[in-house]
């Protein structure tokens, strides 16, 4: 029984350390995969060492000398075996060893931004964004192939083929696995944030019944957010994302019914919003703010959360402000959806006419062609307008384009309410 | 998950914050500690408490109040201070707990508990108290 115990704390141990030590391991050896091999000897070596010898103080320590043990004596092999193809009959002894010393070296460095290189590289753009959320999670997140491939409703085949595909193009690709500075950061940067709100979104938009590793997807990246504003404390849209999330991730257990079914956001019961995670949303706006990214379109998105999170009721929402954030929104980060919400919010905020003006720029867009929310914002508007008969057509119109068999209950019911 | 990570009172503990030598490394040490749990991305909150000389109790019995001022006398089952953590779990919670500096001059305890969550409430409440429970947390909202 000892024994399964201590079996599981070195497991655990080696969960909490894995991350810094392949990013350790990855910088000396300059291959992700490699270094992963290197991580999973030293796992082997405490699990031999540790039943005997208890937990050593500094694990992630003891972690990293075994692994680096064996990356040297590996190197020491290879260097033998080319000094015999060589024939050239140096003596061994009497010659300076420098990469071995230089592997030395490079572990005794400061390893602060280990991590955060190896965040940068997993998501590097050289990467497709669902291979970059793959081996993220792997490496950084230390989730199973298993665990990956359930959590993004794939097969374990699949990911199995992608992590390693990546692993072998950023090998290829010969990085550094250094954080990038200067204007080279902002583009990493944006590859980085766009994965960790990749896997937030999979989480979040896992519905009741599903494996529960996908909802377990938005704390890891709330998990990676934190991390990230943590390493970068003075990079606003890291901020902006992170209160993005934790605004988000402060509904999720107001939006699902009792029987399963989804609740929208004006009709979620308030008092099931998780406090803790808004005021820390709500804090890191402001940090993103006070770094003068209030524009940026993580801080934008947040912000409009943070209007509905602020919000006692659904009616004391301040749809004048939203209105007026996504006017921001759409100039920052252009889209037909954008354009939408952006109608609905002036029809909130200035009435139906409003958001009938606006709709009517954007009704010819092809990717809104078939999106069953566009007449639905349509029909409310002309339905707010009184006009009644043109109402009951764009809700039909609504019914027909959605799959979701709830709505279009709700719509049908709207539709039959014009008839007066 | 998320869970309340408890510092245990002592002796040391009761007697309130002293500006020694041992209190300001412990200061540093636990600094340090909590940049770490930051820089993992697992703490969430956390502060310290007074001593119980400070606190009060009200003791229930049938329709019966009585207000008991501290200090308290079981000692090491007081609270001195709390964290709140997001884990995968609770193995987790149990080594970064074991990294923690001893938060006390001599011998200390600290406690790991998970919280409720929506779940474990549900199959416990009734509709009707779920109601009420949303409608206090509702009022207690900061805005």
Known sequence: MAATETHQAIETVFRIEQARLIAGLARM???????????????????????????????????????????????????????????IGRDLEGERDTSVEDLEGALDDDLGDELLGLIFTACHPVLSPEARAALTLRLIGGLTTDEIARAFLSNETTIAQRIVRAKKTLRDAGLSFEVPRGQERAARLASVLEVIYLIFNEGYAATAGEDLIRPSLCAEAQRLGRILAAALPDESEVFGLLALMEIQASRLGARTAPDGSFVSLMEQNRARWDQLLIRRGLAALERAEALGGADGPYALQAALAACHARARKAEDTD?????????????????????????????????????????????????????????????????????????????????????????????????????? | MRVMVMVKATKDSEEGLKPTADTAEMFVAMGKFNEELVNAGIMLSGDGLKPSSQGKRVAFDGPSRTVIDGPFAETRELVAGYWIWEVKDMAEAVEWVKRCPNPMPGPSEIEIRPFYEMADLAEAMPPEATEIHDRVRDKIKDR
């Not at chain 1, 409003?354 to 009704?363: D, H, K, P, V």
């Open chain 1, 29 to 87: 050896v300059r291959d992700v995969g490699r270094a992963e091999e290197l991580a999973q000897d030293a796992l082997v070596a405490a699990l031999a060492d540790w039943p005997k010898t208890g937990v050593p103080d500094k694990p992630g320590a003891w972690l990293m000398a075994a692994a680096k043990r064996r990356a040297i004596d590996a190197l020491r092999r290879d260097k033998m075996q080319a000094k015999k193809h060589d024939e």
């Open chain 1, 319 to 420: 749809w004048k402000r939203i209105a007026s954030l996504y006017d921001t929104l759409r100039e920052v980060m252009p889209s037909p959806v954008v354009d939408l919400n952006r109608a609905v919010a002036h029809s909130m905020a200035f009435g139906p006419e409003a958001g009938l003006t606006l709709i009517g720029g954007i009704e010819q867009a092809a990717t809104l062609h078939s999106y069953a929310p566009l007449p639905a914002a349509k029909g409310d508007f002309l339905f707010r307008a009184g006009r009644l008969a043109e109402a009951k057509t764009e809700f039909e119109r609504a019914a027909v384009l959605t799959c979701n068999e709830r709505e279009k209950a709700f719509l049908l019911k709207r539709a039959a309410a014009c008839d007066g």
